[in-house]
């Protein structure tokens, strides 16, 4: 019985765990469809031009100009966005099997051993899913509202929200050992929270910059080439687009876009200052390993970021690090789950003492 018990605790974390690497690969996908400008490839949802895969038959491109006209199918385009729906569809049904299972699990512990409910969360599982349906719904907005810059911006947060959550549940039921008596770091927690809201910050204005199309608006370093002293207006930053019916490729003005590409690089100087300082200190300060292997985790992502970011804009913005660029902003944040949950579980386990 117990090795049942410990095939299927095995395989719950395998679940949660393969769960989190969908998350990253969903996230890099999405990234790669904006990139590519692929976001209107498929001009319906969920499927592509009414068909599950992307209409090549004579009788399925008959029947796409009957139901579309004047529609231009672009295979290729078409492709990277179902490819992404595809392997978002399997991420939501992993976290519902997920959440299904720990409901089930939580019920027997319940049952058996009351004095250890808390080993299996089930909040935490059923607020993913309903995530990844609201996921869902700015998903379709996104297409019916033809990249709406707001839709495109909270599209791109929710991603990076289920990956950190879908993270902070694989370290819950990891239970990897950590040491009591480290003390120093216990007043750290708050820090650590405030570093995730100002990188949340961050990732929310790199996602406004990307649904306006306002990275080539800015190509100088540190700063923007040429007289932006000028033309740069922090209302802009925060400026609606007009109504249109199709926001691919943006529909602000040049000045506007820069000025949200220098609210973007000011903000990161910020973060990475943030995020340093508070990193660097746990390390000083904490004397368990794992809690400073974790800040030292956090201190070279914001590094591999910043090194990228100078080389995106001396490049000229090719795809390949522009995406590395986003999937470094995501390992960033997960590090800095990590690193907060750790200090937390040190916290926790001191009370208890």
Request: net charge positive.
């Amino acid at each position: 019985m117990k090795k049942i018990k410990q095939y299927m605790n095995n395989k719950y974390q395998t679940l949660v765990l393969l769960s989190c690497l969908f998350a990253v690969v969903v996230v890099g996908l999405g990234a790669y469809t904006r990139l590519s400008d692929a976001g209107l490839g498929c001009p319906d949802w969920p499927g592509c031009y009414g068909f599950l895969t992307v209409p090549k038959h004579i009788d399925d491109i008959s029947t796409v100009e009957q139901n579309f006209p004047g529609a231009v199918i672009e295979s290729q385009k078409a492709w990277k966005e179902m490819i992404h729906r595809y392997f978002a569809g399997s991420l939501g049904l992993m976290l519902l099997s997920i959440m299904i299972y720990s409901i089930y699990r939580f019920k027997t512990q319940a049952i058996k051993r009351p004095k250890l409910n808390d080993i299996t969360p089930v909040k935490l599982p059923v607020f993913l899913v309903v995530l990844v349906i609201f996921q869902a719904v700015l998903g379709m907005l996104t297409v019916t509202m033809a990249l709406q810059p707001l839709i495109v911006m909270g599209h791109l947060l929710g991603g990076f929200a289920i990956l950190s959550l879908s993270y902070l549940l694989y370290l819950r039921i990891k239970h990897q050992p950590i040491t009591s008596e480290d003390t120093n770091v216990i007043g750290y927690f708050s820090w650590c929270l405030v570093a995730l809201i100002v990188l949340s910050i961050q990732i929310a204005l790199g996602g406004w910059l990307a649904a306006n199309y306002a990275a080539p608006h800015c190509s100088g370093l540190p700063l923007c080439s040429g007289d932006w002293q000028q033309t740069f207006s922090f209302l802009d930053v925060f400026q609606l687009p007009a109504a249109s019916s199709n926001y691919e490729y943006g529909v602000l003005s040049s000045e506007a876009r820069q000025s949200i590409h220098l609210v973007h690089r000011f903000w990161a100087m910020i973060t990475a200052t943030v995020i340093l300082v508070v990193a660097l200190r746990i390390f000083w300060q904490s004397r368990c390993k794992v809690i400073k292997n974790s800040a030292l985790l956090v201190v070279g992502a914001v590094i591999c970021q910043i090194l990228l970011g100078g080389i995106l804009v001396y490049w000229q913005f090719p795809i390949s690090i522009a995406l590395a660029h986003n999937l470094m902003a995501a390992m960033l944040l997960l590090s800095l789950v990590r690193l907060s949950f750790y200090i937390h579980k040190v916290k926790a386990t001191l009370v208890k003492v």
